[in-house]
């Protein structure tokens, strides 16, 4: 499968943004699906994911309450709705796929996309 990330910018704290990842190749619904991020000077870190069904949803603490994950599996799309944005919010966002659910270590990568938050 081929993930594209899109939707990154500048944005000010309080803000929002919603990120997209559109995949093609093989049954988008056979992939549980997720974001990471990585900032500047630090590791990759996991951030949300989605079952395949949409049905089941995990988020990393620090996003927990601000930002909301969903697929369309009829639109073979992946988003991220992120409100409340905060400076250490800024980082390059990747989405992943792979088809063991829950998302633990993805097998498939998107490039990043690149998300901006000035105090």
């Known amino acids: 499968v081929q993930l594209q990330a899109s939707g990154g910018g500048l944005v000010q704290a309080g803000g929002s943004l919603r990120l997209s990842c559109a995949a093609s190749?093989?049954?988008?619904?056979?992939?549980?699906m997720g974001w990471f991020r990585q900032a500047p000077g630090k590791e990759r870190e996991f951030v949300s994911s989605i079952s395949r069904s949409g049905g089941s949803t995990y988020y990393t603490d620090s996003v927990k309450g601000r930002f909301t994950i969903s697929r369309d599996n009829a639109k073979n799309t992946m988003y991220l709705q992120m409100n409340s944005l905060k400076p250490e919010d800024t980082a390059d966002y990747y989405c992943?796929?792979?088809?063991?659910?829950?998302?633990?270590?993805?097998?498939?990568w998107g490039q990043g996309t690149l998300v901006t938050v000035s105090s």
């Open positions: 190749g093989r049954t988008f619904s056979s992939y549980a």
């Open positions: 992943a796929a792979d088809p063991r659910d829950p998302l633990r270590v993805p097998y498939y």
